[in-house]
């Protein structure tokens, strides 16, 4: 339930808790990631081959250790890369969020769109530009390696 709340909302209702700035925001991204974070990581394990975990504990392994060898190997890349979408989620959702009052690169934007500075909102988006691919040559990288 908590994940189909959109991020936005989230924002808005911690400005009103908790006020304008970038406190405000981290906890509104910190819930909708969990969210996602959690759905995500559910969907991986429950998709995971059992086989290496009934192999395990046939072997008379305890839960623990099979887990950790049975389905951590499998699950692992999977985990990385959700890890990395949903910090590439809040880079972008960090933006559209400051310009409610949560912080973020988004509060720099708005307020040099305020001041009709537009060449720093060029240089602002380009910023994010850079970081948002930045992060996507990362984690393809990443995921490359442990596939």
């Known amino acids: 339930v908590v994940r189909a709340v959109p991020d936005l909302f989230w ?9 304008i700035g970038a406190f405000a925001g981290s906890w509104a991204l910190t819930i909708f990631s969990l969210a996602v974070m959690v759905k995500l990581f559910s969907e991986t ?6 086989g290496p975990l009934e192999a395990a504990k046939s072997t008379g392994g305890r839960h623990t250790p099979s887990l950790r060898t049975g389905i951590l190997p499998t699950v692992f890349p999977d985990y990385v ?3 990395l979408y949903v910090f590439e989620l809040n880079v972008r959702a960090s933006v559209v969020l400051g310009l409610v009052g949560a912080g973020g ?3 720099v934007l708005e307020a040099q ?4 500075r537009f060449g720093r909102v060029l240089g602002v988006l380009v910023i994010i530009f850079v970081v948002v ?7 393809v990288s990443l995921r ?3 596939i």
């Open 11 to 19: 924002a808005k209702l911690m400005v009103t808790a908790i006020g």
């Open 133 to 139: 691919w930045v992060i996507e040559q990362v984690s």
């Open 45 to 50: 394990v429950d998709g995971a081959d059992p």
């Open 113 to 116: 769109r305020q001041f009709f």
């Open 144 to 146: 490359k390696r442990l």
């Open 81 to 83: 890369a959700h890890a």
């Open 105 to 107: 690169i988004g509060r």
